[in-house]
């Protein structure tokens, strides 16, 4: 199972979290969210791939956030 999100930052504009890998124990990944640029992650299949992935659904369905953009498609 996927860790728990972390919240470490929020203010109006911006949520910064930190997810712990399920695969890789040890490894964290930072997740971050504003409603402009939508979400970021700096796992692989974000970075590779640029995707909406486990780590962001996580910290969205914490926070109950509707949104399934990434930084990518409005870069
Ligand atoms: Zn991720």
Same mark, same amino acid.
């Given at each position: 199972m996927i860790?728990?999100?972390?919240?470490?930052e929020?203010?109006?504009?911006?949520?910064?979290f930190? !997810?712990?890998?399920?695969?890789?124990p040890?490894? !964290?990944?930072?997740?971050?969210?504003?409603?402009?640029h939508?979400?970021?992650?700096?796992?692989?299949?974000?970075y590779?791939?640029?995707?909406?992935?486990?780590?962001?659904?996580?910290?969205?369905?914490?926070?109950?956030?509707?949104?399934s953009?990434?930084?990518?498609?409005?870069?």
């Amino acid at each position: 199972m996927i860790g728990s999100p972390r919240l470490l930052e929020s203010n109006d504009e911006t949520l910064f979290f930190e !997810v712990p890998s399920e695969s890789t124990p040890g490894v !964290v990944y930072d997740v971050l969210y504003d409603k402009d640029h939508h979400w970021l992650c700096t796992c692989p299949q974000y970075y590779y791939r640029k995707k909406y992935c486990k780590h962001m659904r996580v910290c969205a369905d914490l926070m109950n956030i509707d949104d399934s953009m990434v930084y990518a498609e409005v870069a």
